[in-house]
C-alpha cells in the first residue's frame, strides 16, 4: 500500500485560509469526510481534538499531522492542507504551520495502513520534499510529488531492511554508515526506543530523526518503535549487552526494567524529533545515569526528567490531583449555587428568621434537593484531590491510602492543607512499605496489593493524620480562614488584585496554577469572593487581546487580527491559554499589559463584593455570581484596561 491509494484528489485543499487551529482541524475533517472514508463525522472529529489535547501534533518546520483512530473511520485515509500564510498550530518550534496531513485510522487489528503513515511522516522530514508540497498548483501534481519520492523511498526501505538482516548475521555487527565508509568502528553503540500515545506518527518521526543523528557522528544505532501495530524492531538482550547507551524518547509507558544497569537517557517523544542531535551527543558522553530496575515507567520520568526535577514532579503530582478534584468542585458548586438562587427567588429575606436564615439554600422544597446532591458531590473533593496525588506517586496502591487520608482532613479541621499534606504523605508511604515488603517471601509479598497496602497503609495513614497533621495543619487553616473572613476593605482589593494578575503571568503555568488552586481551596473553606477574582482575572487577557485586535489593527500582523475575534469566545469560556500565541509572539508588552488589567478587574470584583461558588464556566456561569451586573462591569472594565495598553505599547507592524 502506498501513500496515494490514502489520499483522494478530493480530499486535497491547496489554498486553505483557517483562521486559527480549531478551525483548522475542522477543515481538514470535511476534506477527510469527501474521501468517504468515515460514517460518523461528529465522532471522529472529537477523536481528533482529543488527541491534539495530549500534546500538539505540530512537529514542527511548518508541518502537522493531525490523527484521530476510532470506529468512525471505515477505511484508512488522509486529507492534505497546503496553507500558504500559515496557521498557529502550538507546533513544537513555536512557527506557523503550512503543510497539514490529517490522518483517519480504523479501529481493527489490520494496521497494515500504520506503515504508510509512518512512512508519510518520515517523507514530511525532508525540507525539499515539504517545500515542494507547498508550492503544488493542482492536486495532481501534488499527488505525483509524493508518489516520485515514495517510491525512492520504498526502494531504500528494502536496501536498508536486506543490509540490516546482512549485519545481523555477523559476528561484530557494525553501523551501515560506518561501514560504507571505509569499515571504521562506531564511535558509540546505541539503542533507542520511541512511542507516543497513539503510536501513529511521533514514534516514527523520532525514530528517523534519531538514526540519522546517529548516523552523522558515526554510531550505531538500532531504535525499537512501539507504534499502534505494536513493537517493532525490538531490541535483544544481547544488543543491549552491548549498548554503550539507551535513549527512550516515549509519552507512553515502556517496559524498561531490560535496561537495568544501562546508561539510559529518558526524554520526551518531541525531544526525539527536535533534539536528537543533543540526545546522540549524550550517549556519546556518556552523560546519563544508570538505570534500575524498579524506577519510575518512561512516561513518567519523560515527564519530570528533564524538565525541573523533584519541583516539577510535585507539581505533576498535584496537577493529577487537582484535574481528578475539579469536575465535583465544577458540579457541585454550581448546584449549590442554584439552591441560593432559587431560595433567594423564592423567599422574603427580611422575613426570615436567624435560624432560616443559616439554612439558606434549603428553605424552598426545589432548593433543598439541589443543595443536597451538590453537597454530596462537594464531600468528594477532599478525597478525591489526596487520593489521586498518592496515585500519581505510587500507582494504584497509593489511591485508597490517599483517599482515607483526604476524607479524615475533610471531616476535622484541617481541610484543604490537610488533604494536600494527606496525597503526599500517603504517597510516598506507599512506596517506602513497597519498598520494606520487597524483602518478604514471594508467597507473602504477592499478597500485598490486596492485603499489605490496604491494611498497613490505611493503619498509618489514619495515625499520621490523627496526630501529627490534624493539629498544626488544622490550627493554620483556621487562622487562614479567620484571616480572610477579617480583612478589610483596603487588603481585599490587594487579595483581589494579586490573585487575578498571578492568572495573566504565564497563563495556564506554575503562577496561574497556583492562583487557581487557592481559588478552589477557598471555595471548600467557603470563601467564595477569593474563586470571583481568580476567574476574571483569567477572563480579561484573551477579552482584551481580541478586543485589541479590533482596536488597533495596525499594532497586530493579518494572522493575529484573523484569530484575535476568536478569543473573546475563549475569554468569556474562562479559557485563559487563548492569549499564549500573543504573549508568546511579544511578552515584554503584552504580558505586562494583561496583568494589568486582570489586577484591575479582580481588585474591582473584591470592591463589588461579587462570590462564586464554581472554580469554572466564565460567563455560563454568570447567572450564580453574586452581584452578577457588577461582575460583568469589573470584567469589561480590566478587558478595557489591558487593550488600552496593549495599544499603547506594542509596536506598529510593517
Given at each position: 500500500?502506498?501513500?496515494?491509494?490514502?489520499?483522494?484528489?478530493?480530499?486535497?485543499?491547496?489554498?486553505?485560509?483557517?483562521?486559527?487551529?480549531?478551525?483548522?482541524?475542522?477543515?481538514?475533517?470535511?476534506?477527510?469526510?469527501?474521501?468517504?472514508?468515515?460514517?460518523?463525522?461528529?465522532?471522529?472529529?472529537?477523536?481528533?481534538?482529543?488527541?491534539?489535547?495530549?500534546?500538539?501534533?505540530?512537529?514542527?518546520?511548518?508541518?502537522?499531522?493531525?490523527?484521530?483512530?476510532?470506529?468512525?473511520?471505515?477505511?484508512?485515509?488522509?486529507?492534505?492542507?497546503?496553507?500558504?500564510?500559515?496557521?498557529?498550530?502550538?507546533?513544537?518550534?513555536?512557527?506557523?504551520?503550512?503543510?497539514?496531513?490529517?490522518?483517519?485510522?480504523?479501529?481493527?487489528?489490520?494496521?497494515?495502513?500504520?506503515?504508510?503513515?509512518?512512512?508519510?511522516?518520515?517523507?514530511?522530514?525532508?525540507?525539499?520534499?515539504?517545500?515542494?508540497?507547498?508550492?503544488?498548483?493542482?492536486?495532481?501534481?501534488?499527488?505525483?510529488?509524493?508518489?516520485?519520492?515514495?517510491?525512492?523511498?520504498?526502494?531504500?526501505?528494502?536496501?536498508?531492511?536486506?543490509?540490516?538482516?546482512?549485519?545481523?548475521?555477523?559476528?561484530?555487527?557494525?553501523?551501515?554508515?560506518?561501514?560504507?565508509?571505509?569499515?571504521?568502528?562506531?564511535?558509540?553503540?546505541?539503542?533507542?526506543?520511541?512511542?507516543?500515545?497513539?503510536?501513529?506518527?511521533?514514534?516514527?518521526?523520532?525514530?528517523?530523526?534519531?538514526?540519522?543523528?546517529?548516523?552523522?557522528?558515526?554510531?550505531?544505532?538500532?531504535?525499537?518503535?512501539?507504534?499502534?501495530?505494536?513493537?517493532?524492531?525490538?531490541?535483544?538482550?544481547?544488543?543491549?549487552?552491548?549498548?554503550?547507551?539507551?535513549?527512550?524518547?516515549?509519552?507512553?509507558?515502556?517496559?524498561?526494567?531490560?535496561?537495568?544497569?544501562?546508561?539510559?537517557?529518558?526524554?520526551?517523544?518531541?525531544?526525539?524529533?527536535?533534539?536528537?542531535?543533543?540526545?546522540?551527543?549524550?550517549?556519546?558522553?556518556?552523560?546519563?545515569?544508570?538505570?534500575?530496575?524498579?524506577?519510575?515507567?518512561?512516561?513518567?520520568?519523560?515527564?519530570?526528567?528533564?524538565?525541573?526535577?523533584?519541583?516539577?514532579?510535585?507539581?505533576?503530582?498535584?496537577?493529577?490531583?487537582?484535574?481528578?478534584?475539579?469536575?465535583?468542585?465544577?458540579?457541585?458548586?454550581?448546584?449549590?449555587?442554584?439552591?441560593?438562587?432559587?431560595?433567594?427567588?423564592?423567599?422574603?429575606?427580611?422575613?426570615?428568621?436567624?435560624?432560616?436564615?443559616?439554612?439558606?439554600?434549603?428553605?424552598?422544597?426545589?432548593a433543598a434537593v439541589f443543595k443536597n446532591i451538590g453537597g454530596v458531590a462537594f464531600g468528594f473533593m477532599l478525597p478525591i484531590l489526596a487520593g489521586y496525588i498518592a496515585m500519581s506517586i505510587a500507582d494504584r496502591p497509593g489511591l485508597a491510602v490517599g483517599f482515607i487520608g483526604g476524607a479524615i482532613a475533610a471531616n476535622g479541621k484541617s481541610g484543604f492543607l490537610g488533604a494536600l499534606a494527606a496525597g503526599f504523605i500517603a504517597g510516598y508511604l506507599v512506596l517506602l512499605l513497597k519498598k520494606l515488603f520487597e524483602k518478604l517471601p514471594k508467597a507473602i509479598e504477592k499478597l500485598s496489593?490486596?492485603?499489605?497496602?490496604?491494611?498497613?497503609?490505611?493503619?498509618?495513614?489514619?495515625?499520621?493524620?490523627?496526630?501529627?497533621?490534624?493539629?498544626?495543619?488544622?490550627?493554620?487553616?483556621?487562622?487562614?480562614?479567620?484571616?480572610?473572613?477579617?480583612?478589610?476593605?483596603?487588603?481585599?482589593?490587594?487579595?483581589?488584585?494579586?490573585?487575578?494578575?498571578?492568572?495573566?503571568?504565564?497563563?495556564?503555568?506554575?503562577?496561574?496554577?497556583?492562583?487557581?488552586?487557592?481559588?478552589?481551596?477557598?471555595?471548600?473553606?467557603?470563601?467564595?469572593?477569593?474563586?470571583?477574582?481568580?476567574?476574571?482575572?483569567?477572563?480579561?487577557?484573551?477579552?482584551?487581546?481580541?478586543?485589541?485586535?479590533?482596536?488597533?489593527?495596525?499594532?497586530?500582523?493579518?494572522?493575529?487580527?484573523?484569530?484575535?475575534?476568536?478569543?473573546?469566545?475563549?475569554?468569556?469560556?474562562?479559557?485563559?491559554?487563548?492569549?499564549?500565541?500573543?504573549?508568546?509572539?511579544?511578552?515584554?508588552?503584552?504580558?505586562?499589559?494583561?496583568?494589568?488589567?486582570?489586577?484591575?478587574?479582580?481588585?474591582?470584583?473584591?470592591?463589588?463584593?461579587?462570590?462564586?461558588?464554581?472554580?469554572?464556566?466564565?460567563?455560563?456561569?454568570?447567572?450564580?455570581?453574586?452581584?452578577?451586573?457588577?461582575?460583568?462591569?469589573?470584567?469589561?472594565?480590566?478587558?478595557?484596561?489591558?487593550?488600552?495598553?496593549?495599544?499603547?505599547?506594542?509596536?506598529?507592524?510593517?
Amino acid at each position: 500500500m502506498k501513500i496515494t491509494d490514502l489520499l483522494k484528489k478530493e480530499s486535497i485543499e491547496l489554498n486553505a485560509a483557517p483562521a486559527g487551529k480549531s478551525e483548522a482541524l475542522k477543515l481538514a475533517v470535511s476534506l477527510m469526510e469527501k474521501s468517504g472514508n468515515i460514517k460518523d463525522r461528529e465522532s471522529y472529529e472529537k477523536q481528533v481534538f482529543a488527541r491534539e489535547e495530549e500534546g500538539t501534533t505540530g512537529i514542527g518546520e511548518g508541518i502537522a499531522i493531525p490523527h484521530g483512530k476510532c470506529d468512525a473511520v471505515t477505511a484508512p485515509g488522509l486529507s492534505a492542507m497546503v496553507i500558504p500564510n500559515g496557521v498557529d498550530f502550538d507546533s513544537l518550534d513555536g512557527e506557523p504551520v503550512n503543510l497539514l496531513f490529517l490522518i483517519a485510522a480504523p479501529n481493527t487489528k489490520d494496521n497494515v495502513h500504520l506503515d504508510v503513515l509512518s512512512r508519510l511522516s518520515v517523507l514530511l522530514m525532508d525540507e525539499k520534499f515539504s517545500d515542494n508540497l507547498k508550492q503544488a498548483k493542482t492536486a495532481e501534481e501534488f499527488l505525483e510529488i509524493i508518489d516520485n519520492v515514495e517510491a525512492k523511498r520504498i526502494e531504500e526501505e528494502a536496501e536498508k531492511e536486506a543490509q540490516s538482516k546482512a549485519d545481523s548475521a555477523a559476528a561484530d555487527t557494525e553501523n551501515t554508515a560506518a561501514s560504507a565508509e571505509g569499515g571504521a568502528a562506531p564511535v558509540c553503540r546505541i539503542l533507542a526506543v520511541t512511542a507516543c500515545p497513539t503510536g501513529i506518527a511521533h514514534t516514527y518521526m523520532a525514530a528517523e530523526s534519531l538514526e540519522k543523528a546517529a548516523k552523522a557522528k558515526n554510531c550505531f544505532v538500532k531504535v525499537e518503535t512501539r507504534g499502534s501495530a505494536g513493537a517493532k524492531n525490538v531490541v535483544t538482550a544481547k544488543e543491549i549487552a552491548e549498548a554503550d547507551c539507551i535513549i527512550v524518547a516515549a509519552d507512553t509507558k515502556v517496559p524498561m526494567d531490560r535496561f537495568a544497569g544501562k546508561k539510559v537517557i529518558v526524554c520526551q517523544v518531541s525531544d526525539g524529533i527536535g533534539k536528537a542531535d543533543k540526545l546522540v551527543e549524550r550517549a556519546i558522553n556518556g552523560d546519563a545515569p544508570i538505570y534500575k530496575a524498579g524506577q519510575a515507567a518512561a512516561s513518567e520520568g519523560a515527564a519530570s526528567g528533564d524538565k525541573g526535577g523533584i519541583g516539577h514532579q510535585i507539581y505533576m503530582h498535584l496537577m493529577n490531583g487537582v484535574s481528578h478534584m475539579l469536575p465535583f468542585v465544577v458540579g457541585g458548586g454550581i448546584l449549590i449555587a442554584i439552591a441560593f438562587l432559587l431560595d433567594s427567588i423564592g423567599v422574603d429575606m427580611a422575613s426570615l428568621s436567624a435560624a432560616e436564615r443559616e439554612n439558606f439554600g434549603t428553605i424552598t422544597p426545589a432548593a433543598a434537593v439541589f443543595k443536597n446532591i451538590g453537597g454530596v458531590a462537594f464531600g468528594f473533593m477532599l478525597p478525591i484531590l489526596a487520593g489521586y496525588i498518592a496515585m500519581s506517586i505510587a500507582d494504584r496502591p497509593g489511591l485508597a491510602v490517599g483517599f482515607i487520608g483526604g476524607a479524615i482532613a475533610a471531616n476535622g479541621k484541617s481541610g484543604f492543607l490537610g488533604a494536600l499534606a494527606a496525597g503526599f504523605i500517603a504517597g510516598y508511604l506507599v512506596l517506602l512499605l513497597k519498598k520494606l515488603f520487597e524483602k518478604l517471601p514471594k508467597a507473602i509479598e504477592k499478597l500485598s496489593p490486596v492485603l499489605l497496602f490496604p491494611f498497613f497503609g490505611i493503619l498509618f495513614m489514619g495515625l499520621i493524620m490523627t496526630f501529627l497533621v490534624e493539629p498544626p495543619i488544622g490550627a493554620l487553616n483556621t487562622a487562614l480562614n479567620a484571616a480572610l473572613e477579617g480583612m478589610g476593605s483596603t487588603s481585599k482589593l490587594v487579595l483581589g488584585a494579586l490573585l487575578a494578575g498571578m492568572m495573566a503571568i504565564d497563563m495556564g503555568g506554575p503562577f496561574n496554577k497556583a492562583a487557581y488552586v487557592f481559588g478552589t481551596a477557598s471555595i471548600i473553606e467557603g470563601n467564595y469572593a477569593v474563586m470571583a477574582a481568580v476567574m476574571i482575572g483569567g477572563m480579561v487577557p484573551p477579552c482584551a487581546i481580541a478586543l485589541a485586535t479590533l482596536l488597533f489593527k495596525n499594532k497586530f500582523t493579518k494572522q493575529e487580527r484573523e484569530s484575535g475575534p476568536t478569543n473573546f469566545i475563549m475569554g468569556l469560556a474562562f479559557i485563559t491559554e487563548g492569549a499564549i500565541p500573543f504573549a508568546a509572539s511579544d511578552p515584554l508588552r503584552v504580558i505586562p499589559s494583561c496583568i494589568i488589567g486582570s489586577a484591575v478587574a479582580g481588585a474591582l470584583s473584591m470592591a463589588f463584593g461579587c462570590t462564586l461558588m464554581a472554580p469554572h464556566g466564565g460567563i455560563f456561569v454568570f447567572p450564580v455570581v453574586e452581584h452578577a451586573l457588577m461582575y460583568l462591569v469589573a470584567l469589561v472594565v480590566g478587558t478595557a484596561v489591558s487593550a488600552l495598553l496593549l495599544g499603547l505599547l506594542k509596536k506598529k507592524v510593517a
